[in-house]
């Protein structure tokens, strides 16, 4: 099986783990320095230093994040979404020492309370080889939306 393969094997069992709400085991396809990030709609540079982003979360505020989505202190999410994720265009970049630089067209839809969201976007992400597997080391969701006026806030993990 070609890395292109691999990868996207990979891409596609995170999206399902993440749209059957398995967050603890998608947390844990993630390092521990791993950085989480979700620009601005406005400013898609998504440099967190320089840029107002959405999410910028480490290993500690993702375990918050599930922990916060798994109880019903998160309001948005209880009862909890039904989302649906496409994964698309995977392009596979090697990099060093079992680096790979992964970019991706994604489709995430969100079902609740008769309403629908649509989240259009690509990822840009750095894995590291785990064994036969990976880990995500870095994941930026960038969203083609220019707003998110209809969605009001982003409550999921893209």
């Not at 698309?88 to 079902?111: I, K, M, W």
């Given at each position: 099986m070609?890395?292109?393969?691999r990868?996207t094997?990979?891409?596609?069992?995170?999206?399902?783990?993440?749209?059957n709400?398995?967050?603890?085991?998608?947390?844990?396809?993630?390092t521990?320095?791993?950085?989480?990030?979700?620009?601005?709609?406005?400013?898609?540079?998504?440099?967190?230093?320089?840029?107002v982003?959405?999410?910028?979360?480490?290993?500690?505020?993702?375990?918050?994040?599930i922990?916060r989505?798994?109880?019903?202190?998160?309001?948005?999410?209880?009862p909890?979404?039904?989302?649906?994720?496409?994964?698309?265009?995977?392009?596979?970049?090697?990099?060093?020492?079992?680096?790979?630089?992964?970019?991706?067209?994604?489709?995430?839809?969100?079902?609740?309370?008769?309403?629908?969201?649509?989240?259009?976007?690509?990822?840009?992400m750095?894995?590291?080889?785990?064994?036969?597997?990976?880990?995500i080391?870095?994941?930026?969701?960038?969203?083609?939306?220019?707003?998110?006026?209809?969605?009001?806030a982003?409550?999921i993990?893209?």
């Amino acid at each position: 099986m070609s890395l292109t393969e691999r990868v996207t094997r990979f891409l596609h069992w995170e999206a399902w783990l993440l749209d059957n709400w398995r967050l603890e085991e998608w947390l844990a396809l993630v390092t521990d320095d791993i950085s989480y990030v979700v620009p601005a709609a406005d400013c898609p540079e998504g440099d967190p230093q320089n840029s107002v982003v959405f999410i910028n979360d480490d290993l500690t505020l993702l375990r918050g994040r599930i922990t916060r989505l798994q109880s019903r202190h998160a309001h948005r999410e209880f009862p909890t979404s039904r989302t649906r994720r496409f994964i698309t265009n995977v392009l596979v970049d090697d990099g060093p020492e079992q680096t790979v630089h992964v970019t991706a067209s994604f489709q995430v839809y969100r079902f609740r309370s008769r309403q629908t969201a649509v989240y259009v976007g690509y990822y840009e992400m750095t894995l590291v080889a785990d064994g036969e597997t990976f880990k995500i080391r870095s994941r930026k969701a960038t969203l083609d939306q220019e707003a998110l006026d209809e969605h009001g806030a982003i409550s999921i993990i893209l």
